[in-house]
């Protein structure tokens, strides 16, 4: 694909799941990747399985989004080594179980991720990409759509995830800087591994990577997959909520 030919693409959150499968998919269009997460062994592992192919470089750092010297650290230490970062995916995020009592800690846990990920490495990229402009995409999720009962902490940091890249995205159109927002329904990864409800039309990491190679080659200004759970996404946002309380209610999806 050559909008990706020579670029310099970092991702956040590399390590696994949708984060490694985009990071593969990448590499095989000529790139220099700089990959992040806080698990050094997968990193060192997918560097390794990146360089050996022989087609793209891939360099990575440690990196925690939740702590905000960790982020601007990496994004320095890329920036040092390419000249420019063309690309940047923010991708690092978590899920947690509420169970059935409301715990304001879990709330604070996935925002720290979740939110201040976003957070963290837009106060840094901006900056970075003033002069030659750029692309930054950040996913959130197609579960932004509403506060889901028993996943409340999880659907808030999306959404608010979500409108955070939505005005970022118009605050710097001047500035050669275009803002994606990835919005995945559910993928198989360690984070939905646990999840006992059904997930209905749920796809591999593989093919989340594809969808959003393809819409950030496009430009997408908003890349949400696979298309009838964001038309679903769609409707849940004016559902009434006599039908949301009997589709939602005791903290489960009943499809």
């Not at 409108?163 to 995945?184: C, D, G, H, M, Q």
């Not at 949400?224 to 009434?240: E, L, Q």
């Amino acid at each position: 694909m050559q909008y990706f030919y020579k670029k310099n693409i970092l991702i956040i959150g590399a390590s696994q799941g949708i984060g490694k499968a985009t990071a593969l998919l990448l590499s095989q269009y000529q790139c220099k990747l700089w990959l992040s997460a806080r698990n050094e062994t997968a990193l060192q592992s997918l560097c390794k399985q990146i360089n050996d192919a022989g087609v793209s470089s891939a360099l990575y750092s440690v990196c925690d989004v939740s702590d905000e010297n960790s982020v601007a650290d990496t994004i320095q230490k890329a920036t040092s080594e390419f000249g420019a970062i063309d690309i940047a995916i923010i991708n690092a995020g978590i899920n947690g179980s509420e169970g059935n009592h409301f715990d304001s800690n879990v709330f604070k846990n996935i925002y720290s991720v979740n939110i201040n990920g976003i957070l963290h490495s837009l106060q840094y990229l901006l900056p970075a990409m003033q002069t030659q402009g750029g692309v930054i995409a950040g996913v959130t999720s197609l579960a932004d759509f509403r506060g889901v009962p028993g996943s409340g902490a999880y659907t808030s940091s999306k959404t608010a995830a979500s409108f955070i890249l939505e005005a970022v995205r118009y605050e710097v159109l001047s500035e050669n800087i275009r803002i994606l927002t990835i919005k995945p329904g559910f993928v198989s990864t360690n984070m939905t591994a646990d999840i006992k409800y059904k997930m209905p039309f749920i796809i591999s990491p593989e093919k989340a990577a594809t969808y959003i190679v393809k819409g950030i080659a496009k430009e997408k200004p908003i890349i949400a997959f696979p298309k009838i759970v964001s038309i679903a996404s769609t409707i849940g946002k004016i559902m009434p909520l006599w039908l949301f309380k009997l589709l939602f209610s005791k903290g489960e999806y009943k499809f």
